[in-house]
């Protein structure tokens, strides 16, 4: 299983960004994705999280109401549509898969170790 991210870039503060995470393989199934995100010298944070079957969503406090989480099912493709984008948003951004079953609870969705497959990451940065 290979995910694929994109979509990273340079933009100004009040800006948006869409990102896009792309899953292949040839038995490739999801029970939940997310996307995290790691600043220079800190460490890996949860962003958002999506329940594969369903429209279950979960944010990070810091983003919620400008960020939203969403899936392509027929294409395997989960994206994160980024608004009002502020200097604190630069980071390498991962998306991240769970295919080992479903998340038995809410928290599931926020740790990086209850998934089993990682993007190589896309870069943000957001100029003030």
């Known amino acids: 299983v290979q995910l694929q991210a994109s979509g990273g870039g340079l933009v100004q503060a009040g800006g948006s960004l869409r990102l896009s995470c792309a899953a292949s393989g040839r038995t490739f199934s999801s029970y939940a994705m997310g996307w995290f995100r790691q600043a220079p010298g800190k460490e890996r944070e949860f962003v958002a999280g999506i329940r594969w079957s369903g429209s279950n969503t979960y944010y990070a406090d810091s983003v919620k109401g400008r960020f939203a989480i969403s899936r392509d099912s027929a294409k395997n493709t989960v994206y994160l549509q980024m608004n009002s984008l502020t200097p604190e948003s630069t980071a390498v951004y991962y998306c991240?898969?769970?295919?080992?079953?479903?998340?038995?609870?809410?928290?599931?969705?926020?740790?990086?170790?209850?998934?089993?497959?990682w993007g190589q990451g896309t870069q943000v940065t957001v100029s003030s």
């Open positions: 991240a898969a769970r295919s080992r079953g479903p998340c038995g609870s809410v928290n599931c969705y926020y740790r990086g170790i209850e998934y089993d497959y």
